[in-house]
Nanobody, 123 residues
């Protein structure tokens, strides 16, 4: 499965926007569904959004639907997450990973996690 380096996080006020990106390394990026996940302190990884290998299908968690947009560029081996209308409850470390069990499902037990990028939304 590909490994990712995430970037684009930061501190933003409630209602603001951030654009995250993650660049893959490893093999066969275009073969995988890719998810954006987040992890708040003391909580498990939560899938925020996911995009199919060919980019034709997407999934959004109900909490972010209508505010976040996922996209991918298989030529650049990069996945993007545009986050608008951010809320304090969106604060977490955000990660990219292969959605080994499929979009809309929890991350698999052998999912490989990168460093992530911190998103902090102030009220």
């Amino acid at each position: 499965q590909p490994l990712f380096v995430e970037s684009g996080g930061g501190l933003v006020q409630s209602g603001g926007s951030l654009s995250l990106s993650c660049v893959a390394s490893g093999v066969a990026f275009s073969h995988y569904h890719i998810g954006w996940y987040r992890r708040a302190p003391g909580k498990a990884h939560e899938e925020v959004s996911c995009i199919a290998a060919n980019g034709a299908g997407t999934y959004y968690a109900p909490s972010v639907k209508g505010r976040f947009t996922i996209s991918r560029d298989n030529n650049k081996e990069t996945v993007y997450l545009q986050m608008n209308s951010l809320k304090p409850e969106d604060s977490a470390v955000y990660y990219c990973a292969a959605a080994l069990l499929g979009c809309g499902l929890p991350p698999g037990p052998v999912t490989k996690w990168g460093q992530g990028t911190q998103v902090t939304v102030s009220s």
